[in-house]
């Protein structure tokens, strides 16, 4: 073999030892796993991602409202929704089902309509509470979401 070309590798056959090729596979599984576990961190993977459970009760004229929905609205947090049933705030979400929500200052608007047989088929059936628990700006509901998993919210409707 030319011995120019054996100093630059050419035509020299690259040969490894076992042990170094899993040594390298290894150091990159385990940079990856670091990466990502990093990521997890500073994501927040495992926990609730600065979101916060809440529970409830809804009433309407001093009943549990039987069925409806909730929207909580703020300038500093996206919209969140609830389902009412019997009387029960439930699924909390803000991005993925039943989340939580932000601490911070709501307005609230709850809905409630007629799911009776003779309304079945109709596209907006009548609402069952006043309308104007419907929208934000007339309901003059409020919700202060504490950043803790105890907030225990309370609407009574009249």
Same mark, same amino acid.
């Given at each position: 073999?030319?011995?120019?070309?054996?100093?630059?590798?050419?035509?020299? +056959?690259?040969?490894?030892?076992? #042990?170094?090729?899993?040594?390298?596979?290894?150091?990159?599984?385990?940079?990856?796993?670091?990466?990502?576990?990093?990521?997890?961190?500073?994501?927040?993977?495992?926990?609730?991602?600065?979101? =916060?459970?809440?529970?409830?009760?809804?009433? =309407?004229?001093?009943? !549990?409202?039987?069925?409806?929905?909730?929207?909580?609205?703020?300038?500093?947090?996206?919209?969140?929704?609830?389902?009412? +049933?019997?009387?029960?705030?439930?699924?909390?979400?803000?991005?993925?089902?039943?989340?939580?929500?932000?601490?911070?200052? =709501?307005?609230?608007?709850?809905?409630?309509? #007629?799911?009776? +047989? /003779?309304? /079945? #088929?109709?596209?907006? !059936? !009548?609402?069952?509470?006043?309308?104007? =628990?419907?929208?934000?700006?007339?309901?003059?509901?409020?919700?202060?979401?504490?950043?803790?998993?105890?907030?225990?919210?309370?609407?009574?409707? +009249?």
């Amino acid at each position: 073999m030319n011995p120019k070309a054996a100093s630059l590798g050419v035509g020299m +056959e690259r040969t490894q030892s076992p #042990d170094c090729i899993h040594g390298r596979r290894a150091k990159r599984w385990r940079s990856l796993a670091q990466i990502l576990l990093l990521t997890c961190v500073v994501a927040g993977c495992g926990s609730r991602n600065g979101l =916060y459970s809440v529970s409830g009760q809804v009433t =309407y004229q001093g009943k !549990p409202l039987e069925h409806g929905s909730i929207v909580f609205i703020s300038p500093k947090s996206r919209q969140v929704t609830a389902d009412i +049933e019997l009387g029960e705030i439930l699924n909390v979400t803000t991005i993925a089902a039943n989340d939580g929500i932000a601490a911070g200052e =709501y307005m609230v608007a709850i809905t409630s309509r #007629d799911r009776s +047989e /003779k309304y /079945k #088929d109709s596209m907006a !059936p !009548p609402s069952i509470i006043p309308i104007r =628990y419907a929208d934000v700006a007339t309901s003059d509901l409020k919700a202060t979401i504490q950043p803790n998993n105890d907030n225990a919210l309370r609407f009574d409707l +009249e």
